[in-house]
């Protein structure tokens, strides 16, 4: 059952079309992907599902009921640049947020606590956020949006502002989240989609280009390649040469050899018979997975030609 | 009264305290309730002093709690209406430009539970400095004046919490209908000289609430409320609350 539909979203400003005509459809219990450059329109179609911005045409319904201001309980929401009252703090914050969501105050002190120690900001609870890091305030914006138990929660770059070990640390939370409630993230950091993310939809100038299974996704639009490292450059554009030659594709790349992993195993015999016969200095051959990044790169090239 | 609006109350009070809003409000308060007796009963001596410096005689009347009164309205009104502005100018738009109003509206509020919030904090806070100025002004007085009329001097200063007052809400009705604080000071001074430049037409300008405030000499020296400026005081609030607040709930945020 799909707990957020959106759909034929348009939003324009003035002559700027932020989103054309968005339709998609999120199951429940998901971790939802959300990729695309900057100004694509992800942080549009957010703030829509959020009821920060109305769109100007189309629906958006969170658990099959339009959103407004009295169904928000049903969604969390992260902020890409989470900016809080400076003069509060953690814990203060935190009560402000469960008492706006409607929360009891017996119960919202104990899931403040027990909010603050998974998000692991314990520590700074008494402290004023005009204080935190930028990466503590996003780990306080995470317990904001999840504080209340929301079906729905939005995170909007959640983890662009932490360093590697917090973004490992979030990222494991987010995926742990899932068990209780459906995740709709954006992200620039495609390894971190594809890690959590059982779904993704790439957006493109407003427009939704892809939207699939992160499985399916990467099986169907992405295919794993072959690298062949050299020591030197030109020893990489001799064997790519070489490869032309003998009727086989390839690009080079900072003295590396590219090709597409069929390729290499329909050719394989040519390939090494090439390598032997060659003076060049091969440092290795390594087969590389395919990635959400060659799909992504893959959608952006398409949409510029 | 709504919830939200009583938890957002909570918040506007704590931030004007945590952000020395509330504190710099009550200290020019108080500055002027202290300052204005004192100015008026040692104007003599200054006045004197300063003559003697210049071989001139300057000379005085007889000095009454009238000449302290006419102090601390001129003065009050002036200084503690620029006050306001700045102190209450970023109260909406700040919010806007820090994006910590994203924070509110994704929460199942109403911008208008917001915008009542400020407003009935701005009341609240307006009416705490204005008390503490008129107990300074009232205890210096009473001890410098004996026949100071403080009964009437106590309803005088209702006619001058109105007149704050709509120095505040006009200054929250821009500061939620622009983008920056300054805008909605610019907006609000605007008001307030348009505000008294109407007050010199004739008839009309009884209406104007920049009167509300100037009456209160008159009404402590025992002339009729005049309740035409306060009339006016009204009705100007609740045209720019609703301005503000039709314009307000279409606002989104743009960066």
């Known amino acids: 059952m799909a707990i957020i539909n959106i759909s034929h979203v348009s939003k324009q400003y003035g002559k700027i079309h932020a989103l054309k005509d968005v339709s998609l459809q999120v199951e429940k219990g998901t971790v939802f992907g959300f990729l695309g450059p900057n100004g694509a329109g992800k942080t549009t179609l957010i703030r829509v599902l959020t009821g920060l911005i109305t769109p100007s045409s189309g629906n958006c319904f969170i658990d099959s009921e339009p959103i407004t201001t009295s169904n928000k309980q049903k969604i969390g929401y992260l902020a890409q640049q989470p900016t809080y009252y400076p003069w509060m703090t953690a814990r203060e914050l935190l009560y402000l947020s469960g008492r706006l969501y409607g929360m009891e105050k017996q119960n919202l002190n104990k899931n403040i606590t027990r909010m603050l120690e998974i998000c692991g900001i314990t520590d700074a609870a008494e402290r004023r956020i005009g204080g935190f890091s930028g990466g503590m305030k996003q780990r306080l914006g995470i317990a904001q949006a999840i504080l209340h138990n929301p079906q729905v929660v939005f995170l909007d770059e959640p983890v662009s502002a932490l360093d590697p070990q917090g973004r490992k640390e979030v990222l494991q939370l987010i995926k742990s989240l899932s068990e209780q409630t459906t995740i709709f993230m954006s992200s620039h950091i495609l390894d971190d989609v594809q890690r959590v993310c059982d779904e993704v939809a790439i957006i493109r100038d407003g427009t939704i280009r892809i939207h699939e299974k992160t499985k399916t996704l990467l099986q169907t639009h992405a295919q794993s390649v072959v690298e062949c490292e050299f020591n030197q450059n030109q020893d990489a554009v001799g064997f790519k040469n070489e490869l032309q030659l003998h009727n086989i594709h390839a690009s080079v790349s900072h003295s590396k050899v590219i090709m597409n992993n069929s390729t290499y195993e329909l050719h394989q015999k040519q390939i090494f018979s090439i390598l032997a016969k060659s003076q060049w200095e091969l440092l290795r051959l390594e087969h590389q997975e395919a990635t959400l990044e060659d799909v992504f790169m893959l959608h952006m090239q398409g949409g510029k030609s | ?255």
């Open chain 2, 1 to 255: 009264m709504n919830i939200d609006i009583i938890i957002l109350l909570s918040k506007e009070w704590k931030e004007s305290i945590r952000t020395s809003r509330l504190l710099i409000w009550v200290v020019v308060c108080m500055f002027f309730g202290i300052l204005s007796p004192l100015t008026a009963y040692f104007l003599p001596d200054i006045l004197t002093y300063v003559g003697a410096t210049q071989n001139v005689l300057i000379s005085v009347g007889n000095i009454t709690y009238n000449d302290a009164l006419e102090q601390y309205i001129k003065n009050f009104t002036q200084i503690g209406t620029l006050v306001i502005i700045i102190i209450h100018m970023g109260r909406v738009s700040s919010e806007k430009m820090d994006g910590t109003i994203q924070f509110l509206f994704s929460r199942p509020i109403s911008r208008f539970s917001l915008l009542t919030a400020k407003i009935g904090a701005l009341k609240i806070e307006v009416c705490i400095g204005q008390v503490m100025a008129m107990i300074c002004m009232a205890l210096y007085s009473i001890y410098l004046f004996p026949d100071f009329p403080i009964g009437k001097f106590v309803i005088a200063n209702i006619f001058l919490y109105i007149y704050f007052l709509t120095i505040g809400v006009i200054t929250i009705s821009f500061s939620a209908l622009v983008k920056r604080p300054v805008l909605a000071a610019v907006g609000a001074i605007a008001v307030w000289l348009g505000g008294s430049i109407f007050g010199v037409v004739d008839s009309l300008g009884d209406y104007s609430f920049t009167k509300a405030g100037e009456q209160v000499v008159q009404i402590v020296e025992g002339f009729p409320v005049q309740w035409k400026p306060s009339i006016g005081a009204i009705v100007l609030m609740v045209c720019m609350v609703t301005i503000a607040w039709l314009r307000f709930s279409r606002w989104e945020p743009s960066n």
